[in-house]
């Protein structure tokens, strides 16, 4: 099969639309609905910064469960995505769709999560430059699962086995792609911002976040 050009190699950023009372939930009560949303929807805004400055390839927005959310919209607009539903089933259903549908049309593809908008750009430059070399990805996070995957080939059965509410996913991953004698570069750890713990350690490190320790 001829593919496209491989330098267009398509990064799928999951997000949800933020809606109060469907996102961050792990941080109310101490965060208001209606502030978790906009927490969502900044942290969500900073990743696709960082995507849209540092990822040569093509940019999805993979949105869950309301494709027509206007921040979602602008947010796309503004950085450059184009801007995709997912697919119903489960998370590893959900990237598998689009990680194939990549690879097939690219020679490459990768997910990444919208919890980390501390991420340095030189991590999502280096793996789209990796994916490219023909190098598989991955992202460790601290809870145990992970915030970048990006495959240069198909891996079958990659998310065999994974249960996605637990702190194993990571550990999963890397024995179904050792099982298939296919190996994992591994980037640097780093830390989802789910609960209020993660939100501390951010605005600790990032001033912009405080205003969302104080009611």
Same mark, same amino acid.
């Given at each position: 099969?001829?593919?496209?050009?491989?330098?267009?190699?398509?990064?799928?950023?999951?997000?949800?639309?933020?809606?109060?009372?469907?996102?961050?939930?792990?941080?109310?009560?101490?965060?208001?609905?209606? *502030?978790?949303?906009?927490?969502?929807?900044?942290? @969500?805004? %900073?990743? =696709? !910064?960082? /995507?849209? #400055?540092?990822?040569?390839?093509?940019?999805?927005?993979?949105?869950?469960?309301?494709?027509?959310?206007?921040?979602?919209?602008?947010?796309?607009?503004?950085?450059?995505? *184009?801007?995709?539903?997912?697919?119903?089933?489960? @998370?590893? %259903?959900? =990237? !598998?769709? /689009?990680? #194939?549908?990549?690879?097939?049309?690219?020679?490459?593809?990768?997910v990444m999560g919208s919890d980390i908008p501390h991420i340095p750009g030189y991590v999502i430059n280096d793996a789209h430059g990796q994916i490219m070399r023909g190098v598989n990805v991955i992202g460790p996070s601290l809870d145990g699962g992970f915030y970048l995957l990006g495959l240069a080939a198909r891996v079958e059965g990659i998310f065999d086995s994974v249960d996605w509410s637990t702190g194993s996913v990571l550990y999963r991953v890397q024995r179904n792609t050792a099982s298939s004698d296919i190996l994992l570069s591994e980037h640097p750890l780093l830390r989802d911002i789910d609960a209020w713990d993660d939100l501390s350690w951010l605005a600790d490190r990032d001033a912009r976040y405080r205003q969302f320790l104080t009611p």
């Open positions: 099969m001829e593919k496209n050009d491989k330098g267009s190699i398509p990064l799928y950023l999951f997000a949800k639309a933020p809606r109060p009372g469907h996102v961050k939930t792990r941080l109310q009560p101490a965060l208001s609905e209606h *502030r978790s949303a906009e927490l969502a929807a900044m942290m @969500l805004e %900073e990743t =696709m !910064l960082k /995507v849209s #400055e540092c990822w040569p390839g093509e940019r999805i927005l993979t949105v869950a469960p309301d494709i027509g959310h206007p921040v979602l919209k602008s947010l796309a607009r503004c950085h450059g995505f *184009r801007m995709e539903a997912q697919i119903q089933g489960d @998370l590893g %259903e959900r =990237m !598998l769709h /689009v990680l #194939e549908q990549g690879i097939h049309r690219f020679g490459g593809a990768a």
